[in-house]
């Protein structure tokens, strides 16, 4: 858990339409008996003060695992900045997590390994890394950058990398852990771990 004075609210991000895995709502497949998102929520709720998920469709679904559920506010399904700007506009903390809803075994220790990184490097945003892949919609970042972030989707700006490079980024090495980023797109990938 964060320190009290920074304090961090979670986002899983659910707003994608899951073509890969022939337009289902991913969060909502299961996986070992229980809907993807749920073992997310388990895992990232012990990391963060508050949590929220971000989902445009099945909203009522999402509400029922007992956590304020909220669509984008820009339309049109743009990805995850989408996601991440309209939890940063509902954030009731300055920091916000995200995890996107189809990585069942995230890190638990995955918010206070970027929270270190975000602090040691003074930075606005930290991203997690495995060896040399970046995981971009595992981050932690300040609720501040939302009119950043605001302006950058209002000009036409839809990829998280391009976004990134106008901020001061701290990428957080978790090649100990590269298995807790695996997301499962398609069914094939969903058997293989449903085992």
């Known amino acids: 858990m964060s320190a009290p004075h920074e304090k961090i609210t979670g986002v899983v991000l659910a707003g994608g339409q899951g073509r890969r895995m022939g337009g289902v709502d991913k969060g909502l497949v299961a996986l070992r008996g229980r809907p993807m998102v749920d073992w997310v929520l388990e895992r990232l709720r012990p990391q963060v003060d508050e949590l929220i998920i971000n989902a445009n469709q099945n909203a009522e679904i999402y509400a029922t695992?007992?956590?304020?559920?909220?669509?984008?506010?820009?339309?049109?399904?743009?990805?995850?900045?989408?996601?991440l700007h309209?939890?940063?506009?509902?954030?009731?903390?300055?920091?916000?997590?995200?995890?996107?809803?189809?990585?069942?075994?995230?890190?638990?220790?995955?918010?206070?390994?970027?929270?270190?990184?975000?602090?040691?490097?003074?930075?606005?945003?930290?991203?997690?890394?495995?060896?040399?892949?970046?995981?971009?919609?595992?981050?932690l970042c300040r609720r501040d950058l939302l009119a950043h972030l605001e302006s950058y989707l209002a000009g036409g700006g839809r990829k998280v990398d391009a976004w990134y490079a106008t901020l001061k980024v701290v990428?957080?090495?978790?090649?100990?852990?590269?298995?807790?980023?695996?997301?499962?797109?398609?069914?094939?990938?969903?058997?293989?771990?449903d085992q």
């Open 65 to 83: 695992f007992g956590h304020p559920v909220f669509g984008d506010d820009i339309g049109g399904f743009v990805g995850p900045l989408a996601g």
């Open 86 to 139: 309209a939890g940063l506009a509902r954030a009731q903390h300055p920091l916000v997590a995200t995890a996107p809803c189809d990585s069942p075994f995230l890190s638990t220790d995955l918010v206070a390994r970027l929270h270190a990184g975000l602090t040691d490097a003074d930075a606005e945003l930290a991203v997690a890394r495995t060896f040399d892949q970046p995981h971009p919609v595992f981050c």
């Open 171 to 193: 990428e957080v090495r978790f090649d100990d852990e590269e298995d807790a980023f695996r997301n499962i797109n398609t069914r094939g990938e969903l058997q293989s771990f």
